[in-house]
């Protein structure tokens, strides 16, 4: 189950994203549908994105050491200190 914060970022991208922030109609099985319709294609979006990171175009993963992100004495991915 995902967590409070990735889901509040999928939300956030959903309203954001889709332009859903506002409902456009007072009738609740019109707003129904646009949300219905809304969630398909943000599905097929991030389908699309995730897939399209796999394969043989796929980016090189960096290791955290070259990004500052791994400790300087890191000892789970590292072999040597960093310097």
């Known amino acids: 189950m995902p967590d ?3 889901s509040e970022q999928f939300h956030s991208e959903f309203k954001t994203a889709l332009d859903v922030e506002r409902l456009p109609s007072r009738k609740f099985a019109t707003n129904a549908l646009v949300l219905s319709c809304a969630t398909l294609a943000y ?3 991030r389908w699309i994105g995730q897939n399209g990171l796999l394969g043989p175009r796929m ?3 960096r290791h955290p050491a070259s990004t ?3 400790a300087p ?3 789970s991915c590292c072999t040597s200190p960093r310097t």
Do not use: K, V, Y
Request: charged share 25%.
């Open 4 to 6: 409070h914060a990735t």
């Open 43 to 45: 599905n097929i979006l």
């Open 59 to 61: 980016p090189r993963r």
């Open 68 to 70: 500052g992100a791994c």
């Open 73 to 75: 004495r890191c000892r």
